[in-house]
Every structure is written in C-alpha cells, then in structure tokens.
C-alpha cells in the first residue's frame, strides 16, 4: 500500500497540474507555470501536503509567497526562493485565507437592483474589506453609451449583453453591513498589501495594473464611509445582520460573490432556505457548480452565475468583467 504521505503529495500534484490547466492557462500564464513547477517538484509537493487541505489552494499559496518575497518571475527563476522561504509561506498560508476583494464585480451585482428604488440597506457575505457596499459611489459603463451613475464618479467597465437591465441610478445606500470570518481594516496597510497579492500577475506575467487600480480606488471608498462589519460565521450572524439592517431602510439587499463555495452542502442549503424566507432582495453571484438553486444549462462550468432571489437570471465572469444575461444566450 502506498505511503499516507507520498498519496498526498500525489494528490496535491495532481490538483496544482489540474488548476494549472483549467484556471491559470488562458488567465496567467505565470502562475500556471509555477502550478506546473510545484506539480513535478517532489520535495516541493510533499511540504504542501503537510498543510490542512483547505489551505492548499493555488491562490492561496502563491500570494503567501508573494508577500514572502518570491518574485514575479518564471519558475525556473523563484523554485529556490519559494522553498528557502518556505517557512515564512507556511505561516502565512495558516494565518491567513483567500479574500480576493474585486470591487469590479460591483458591475455585475448592480444589475440585480434594476428594479428597486432606494434608499436601502446594503449587506454583503464574505465582505472581505467590504469594498463591494459602495455601489452607489462608483459609475458603471454597461458598453458604448450605457452608462449609470453620476460622471465625477470612478468607473467600472464591464461587457453587457443587450437585454441586461440597468437602473436609471443606483440607490442611495443609508447603510451597509457584511460579515467575514476575518474582516479586513480598508484603512491598516497589511490588508492593502494582501490584496494586492491576491491579484493574479496578467497575460504578460507582470502586476495586473488595472485591477490594482480599482483594488486602491475601492480601499480609498472603504476608508471614508466605513461599514459596519461583523466577524463570525454568515450563517450564525447573517439573521442579527438582517434584523439591524431593516432599522435603517424599508428595503433591504444581501449579496455576495465566491462565498458559497467554501461551505458544504448543508450549509449552503441552510443559508438559501434563510435568504428566501427573509424578506430581502437576495443577489447571489457564484460559481455555477455552486448549487444554491434551478440549474443554469445555459452557463459553463468556469462561469459564474447571477441569481436574484434564487433564479439564475445571467451569467457572469468571475472577476466582474462582463454579464450576459439569460434572454441573449
């Protein structure tokens, strides 16, 4: 029978050879590299294995070494420097988890408020910095000519299909609200730090400069209004969340994005049979293979799907960059 560690390490190589090809290929050549590397590195492989499985994760992994100093650069050049900093990844892997805050995403969440007038009250799962419950403070441009939200606003580009419906203004949010399991300070320098991390490097393997720009934008947004943001669990806090939000507006919105798939099944179909009972606009962005409804046949398995209040309505790219609704696939 083969060894509990060297399996492990298989599986680990297996998955980081498996994301390299699915995720990472056409997304960032880079960090399909270094999945790659670590796929065929042994001694490399089998250090991963050793952490708890939830914190194996690629992303995960890569901006732990990238706050540890390992480079932008191929592997060939950083194999050395990931396993000399092994140490310093390891800990931050243990301490730290994925929060990829992608304020970019608003453009495609903002949609699922085309019918609604404000003011409301604004919750977010899986807030992260929050930088997500600021929609009224950006403006949004929907394709040529399809803009919402006032001009001297920062702006969020996405690619629309025709039939995406648009507010004529975002609502006044009067208050917003989130909860984490470890909520992140828009205003402490280490959150900004790993955030940034978190980016993947673009085509070219360099820094992703647009989306660092929006990541600084929406810290900026976050530090002057902060929100009121619980650290627990989403399915022991998310009830006080929505009691306390319905004080300060008679609607009230509770949305996320890549939050459900880190709970189990279970959980997930406690938190949908909640969202439908509560009374409130629910906009759930995730993973198609994240099962919290009707199947959307008309999504692939890497999109993400729009919900409103449980039915798929459009699908979506993960980091914000274009919507197509249902009516046009």
């Not at 997304?27 to 492989?45: E, F, H, K, Q, T």
């Not at 949004?140 to 039939?163: C, H, I, M, Q």
């Not at 470890?182 to 991390?197: F, G, H, I, Q």
Request: glycine share 6%; aromatic share 8%; proline share 8%.
């Amino acid at each position: 029978m083969e060894p509990l560690s060297t399996a492990l390490s298989s599986a680990v190589s297996t998955s980081y050879e498996r994301w390299a090809h699915h995720e990472a290929d056409a997304a960032s050549p880079l960090y399909a590299g270094w999945a790659r590397g670590i796929a065929a590195d042994d001694a490399l492989a089998a250090l991963l294995a050793e952490l708890p499985q939830r914190k194996r994760q690629p992303n995960l992994v890569f901006a732990a070494a990238r706050t540890s100093g390992v480079p932008l650069a191929p592997w060939s050049a950083v194999r050395d420097a990931f396993a000399s900093q092994w140490p310093r990844i390891r800990a931050t892997v243990l301490s730290r988890v994925t929060q990829t805050n992608e304020a970019r995403r608003l453009a495609t969440l903002v949609p699922g408020l085309h019918d609604i007038r404000g003011p409301i009250a604004l919750i977010e799962v899986g807030a992260s910095a929050g930088l997500c419950l600021y929609p009224d403070k950006w403006r949004y441009r929907f394709g040529p000519g399809k803009y919402v939200g006032e001009a001297n606003r920062p702006l969020l580009e996405t690619d629309a299909s025709p039939s995406v419906p648009l507010p004529a203004e975002v609502p006044q949010v009067v208050w917003r609200g989130g909860v984490d399991l470890n909520p992140l300070d828009p205003a402490d320098p280490a959150t900004k730090e790993w955030l940034e991390a978190l980016i993947w490097p673009n085509a070219h393997g360099e820094p992703d400069g647009e989306r660092v720009d929006v990541l600084r934008t929406g810290l900026a947004i976050a530090r002057r209004d902060p929100a009121h943001l619980v650290k627990g669990d989403l399915l022991e806090e998310i009830e006080g969340l929505v009691t306390e939000a319905k004080r300060h507006a008679r609607r009230v919105v509770v949305w996320h994005s890549a939050v459900l798939a880190y709970l189990d099944e279970r959980d997930r179909t406690a938190f949908a049979d909640f969202m439908r009972a509560s009374g409130v606009r629910w906009i759930s962005n995730e993973g198609k293979l994240v099962d919290v409804g009707p199947a959307a046949p008309w999504a692939d398995p890497a999109d993400f799907v729009l919900r409103i209040d449980g039915q798929p309505v459009a699908r979506t790219n993960p980091h914000g960059r274009s919507i197509d609704w249902a009516s046009d696939l």
